[in-house]
């Protein structure tokens, strides 16, 4: 009885993304759409034109005589404190006397117009006495400039197992950064109320951190800052926690003009003055056994965290919880070393230092191949997890589908055959050359940070029957209110079109943690499902009480009560009007904190995960040998999905991802001066991929299985771990180079642009 919900109303299957109706219209409320005030100013953000150095003097005069300007604001005029950092708090809003960073924002300049601000901007006379640049985490080593003490991951005895180790081999590896570029650029509004209360609209993943970092500047109690997200035109992490300072800024400049301000980044401001995912500079030494069991793994994970923290902590955190990806490994030791340079601080994207640690191991097993003369798969395919192994972080495997993945998507596809395809493409022509490589992922689902695996959900029931909900989930293209809704929905059995999700606000649900590290849906979807099923059964007990039946024997379907299976004629409307009557809440308000997840800092050991998602990924390129060109034929995956509540935005997901991946690896090259200045800072000069670039086929096949309890309705989290996939186009170009060139050196240095690809085609 209970489980036949999903075939009425509220299908689960059939729903579509409900943006899609205003996102193709133009009607999608973002920041600079919410209707501003009469008299609003706007900002723009002066700062610094050096990487490194001592400011001498600045001189706003000229600026501030600009008719327009109201008002230039310098770290003088913060009435809290000058600072932002969430982890460590080393990150000013505004510099003081000295500048890390080319784009740190120096001061404000607010005017009437956002063209007057541009033009005061250029008016500002600054003078820095320049200080040495560090720009690369291997100088910063050198120079012992970090953010913070190192990290390490141990299991078993890695020196020993080397001893017992028949193959040994040792190698070098860099990844580069990789630029958000979400479509909507940073920015908020900020609007005074009254007695100095503010609100703020911001385009960020992270209200309360917005809301915690205002109080903090602003010197005043965090009730007196409301922060609201309509939407965001994409995040992927870059507005987790690099959203805060604009916001923070245009609520300083309302603070002080008593005014709403609007402060939106133009996109050249934005490449220039944030972080970015962090390039990594590694080392790492793999043991084998003749078997090709790897029998150790050590590795140095050089992180280039930026001029200040942000998030590199907790990024550099899991890049050791991913450093052996899908494989499993009894000696193990990682360390990480967060190095401080004088790049804007690099933060969150897609993957969160994951997919940098697992770049290292699958460089790792691809060396030792090509050493061995054998191909990767071999090495990969004995190693893969299986239940019950250990993590380096002491959890135990549990529900493994690596195994499973890897020998779906190679029967699937045939493999083998496509690889003999390749093979005779590759025998038969010299002008292009094929290479194929398979890639395995496997990615934690929570926050790896414990105490952060909460959220609430607060959901009223109007006395019409209508529902609202609210949670911290933040919708940023990635479908998570879609899902939200169909959770209302599904649990009362109304129709979706009753359904409204709120924009998120700090008043209405408090202290959340950031639409971040793939769980979004999964925490905020479990305190919806509590809060609805709380509702639902005070509401039967209405019911029961009203037809005087027992409370067990009634169901809601369609909007209609039935009892014992046979439709009444109270309807769902009726009902929720007799619950009012009776003075019974319509409200609910319901927390949920992962459970059985814990982790020891102390100890590095832990069980930090919820649960894990598994996949395996087959890419297939051609190279063009005369320019070093390349495209993908094609990309096949078999992915766990576990039981997906929304196939087309999972779906969404996953070829979204696996895009941003192939990006990383292969064409996305951002360049820093050895000033410090970004080079790649505009999109002629910064390529991403577009459709062409991807591949001319994508077949993403789900993987059955029975789903996990610790996901929402048994859906696994979806947003990150594709992207990984990505990792394998670096492979399978280096394959086709390699059978092109014998004489070619496997390097590790990615993005494996078309200039590497051809310079490696004809190196000695
Ligand atoms: N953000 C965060 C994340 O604060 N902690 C995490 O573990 C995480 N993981 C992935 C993406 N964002
Ligand atoms: Mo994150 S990389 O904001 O999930």
Known sequence: MKNNIKEHIGLKQSMKNIDSYTHVRGESIYVDDVNVREGTFYAVVFDSPKAHGKINSVDYSKAEQLEGVQRILTYKDIPGENQIGGIIPDEPLFAESKVHFWGQPIALIVAESEFIARQARRLIEIDIEELPVLTTAKEA?????????????????????????????????????????????????????????????????????????????????????????????????????????????????????????????????????????????????????????????????????????????????????????????????????????????????????????????????AKAANELGISAQKIQEVNLLKENDEFSYGQIAVQVEAGNSWNSAKSNYDFDNLKKEVKEFNSINSAFKKGIALMPITFGISFTNTPMNHARALVHIYLDGSVGISTAAVEMGQGVNTKLLQIAAQVFSIDPKKVKIETTNTTRVANTSPSAASSTADLNGKALLKACNALLERIKKVASNELKVDSGTIEIIDENVYVNNSKTDLSWAQLIGITMLKRVALSENAHYATPEIHYDKTKEKGHPFAYHVYGTAIIITTIDCTRGTYIFDTIKIVHDFGKSMSKGIDLGQAEGALAQGIGWMTMEEIAYGKDGRLLSNALSTYKVPDIFSIAKTIDVLPLHTEGNNMAILKSKAVGEPPLMYGIGAYFAIQNAIRDFNPNYELKFHAPMTPEKVLMSLYEK
């Open 141 to 365: 080593k050198t120079k012992a400039s970090f953010i913070n003490e190192p990290r390490s991951f141990n299991l078993g005895d890695t020196e020993k197992a080397f001893c017992d180790c028949d193959h040994v081999f040792e190698g070098e590896t860099f990844t580069n950064g990789q630029e958000q570029l979400y479509i909507e650029t940073q920015g908020s509004y900020a609007e005074p109320l009254e007695n100095g209360n503010i609100k703020i609209t911001s385009s960020t993943q992270g209200p309360t951190q917005v809301q915690k970092a205002t109080a903090n500047v602003l010197g005043v109690s965090m009730h007196k800052i409301e922060v609201d997200v309509t939407r965001l035109g994409g995040g992927f992490g870059g507005k987790e926690d690099q959203a805060t300072p604009w916001a923070v800024m245009a609520a300083l400049a309302t603070y002080h003009l008593n005014q709403s301000v609007k402060l939106i980044l133009s996109r050249h401001d934005d490449l220039r003055m944030t972080g970015k995912r962090h390039p990594y500079e590694s080392t790492f030494k793999i043991g084998l056994t003749k078997d090709l069991k790897i029998l150790a793994y050590e590795a140095e994970f050089l992180q280039n965290s930026g001029a200040a923290a942000d998030l590199s902590p907790a990024i550099a955190e899991r890049t050791l919880f991913h450093a052996t990806n899908s494989y499993f490994v009894k000696n193990v030791k990682t360390t990480v070393l967060s190095c401080k340079t004088n790049l804007p601080p690099n933060t969150a994207f897609r993957g969160f230092g994951g997919p940098q640690g697992m770049f290292v191991i699958e460089s790792a097993i």
